[in-house]
Structures are given as C-alpha cells and as structure tokens.
C-alpha cells in the first residue's frame, strides 16, 4: 500500500472522487454491500475523507441520500467522533445557508441546502450515536446561551439571529 493511499493521507478532493465512484457504482447497482460499507467506513476514518465524503452524498442530486442502506449507516457508525461532529455541523451551516440563499434571490441554493439539511437530520437520526445527541446538545447551548464548544465556529461564518434561530430550531428536532 501506498501511502497516498492511507486514510490520513487522503486529500478532501481523492475523498469526493471516491464518494462520486462509490455513489455510481451503488445507483448502478454494481457494489455488494459489504464492499460498500468497507470503503465507506475506510473513507471517514479521516477527517478529510469524512468531509468529502458528507460534501458529495449530501448534495448528490440523485435520491440515493434520502433513503441511506445498511452498509451506509454501518460505515458511519465506524467512525463516531468524526461524523457525530461532521454531521452536527452540517445541520448547522445548511440551515443557516438555506436562509443566505433565499435572502440572495437563489431558490435553487436554497433548495439544495434544505435537501442536505434534510438528508443530515435523516442521518443523525439513524445513526443512534450518543456523539451525535452530545455534539448537538453543545452546538444548542452554544446558539441559544452563547459561549461553549461551538461558539467559535458559530461566529466564524457570522450566522445573524434569524440563522442563528434556524440552526436551533434544526438542531432541537434531532436532540433526544
């Protein structure tokens, strides 16, 4: 093996290649199951491979995201840390871009981020993961008391109060 090929040495742009292949293979098909969750769960034990991977089956036009497999949600759970605070933040920022892109006049933006918006909270739901529900939990006391864990990353994209608002109102509906 390589070391190109080592999950730590993945590049966020080999990871969305490998997500658009592994994403035509399943429609067409062509991909047992097993092999499936096998590289899905190779892709998110990194960082860069979780996040290429999210970036792609997310926004994916086709429906494949909206009703995730077994093998998906399997490989997901392989790696809790990464994706419970992938996922979370995905909730977070598609709610709040969702609101950008209707306030730009872009109702296809719009569209699109609700689509992951909704596809994210499927996800967190299925994948039963206590990271996840501790993850949204401090990403809620971050928006609605300031201050916490997340609070950096709130002001780094400098959500205003209506965003701010979306991203609870997401983030209550997927807190047990």
């Known amino acids: 093996m390589t070391q190109t090929n080592t999950p730590n040495a993945l590049t966020f742009e080999a990871a969305i290649a490998q997500t658009q292949s592994l994403i035509t293979q399943m429609e067409a098909g062509s991909l047992a199951e097993a092999d499936l969750q096998a590289a899905l769960a190779g892709l998110v034990s990194s960082e860069n491979g979780a996040r290429g991977f999210f970036v792609t089956y997310l926004t994916d036009e086709r429906t494949l995201a909206d009703h995730p497999t077994a ?10 840390e990464i994706v419970s ?3 979370v933040k995905n909730l977070a920022m598609s ?3 969702a609101i950008a892109h209707r306030r730009n006049g872009d109702a296809d933006m719009a569209q699109g981020s609700d689509r992951v918006k909704r596809r994210t909270a499927h996800l967190i739901h299925l994948l039963q993961l206590p990271q996840l529900q501790e993850k949204a939990s401090q990403l809620l006391h971050s928006v609605t008391c300031g201050g916490g864990v997340y609070q950096t990353f ?9 965003q701010r608002k979306a991203i609870q109102a997401a983030i209550a509906q997927v807190i047990q």
């Open 85 to 87: 605070e992938l996922l």
């Open 71 to 80: 093998a998906v949600v399997q490989a997901l759970q392989t790696s809790p």
């Open 154 to 162: 709130l002001d780094r994209w400098g959500y205003d109060d209506e």
């Open 95 to 97: 709610s709040a871009m």
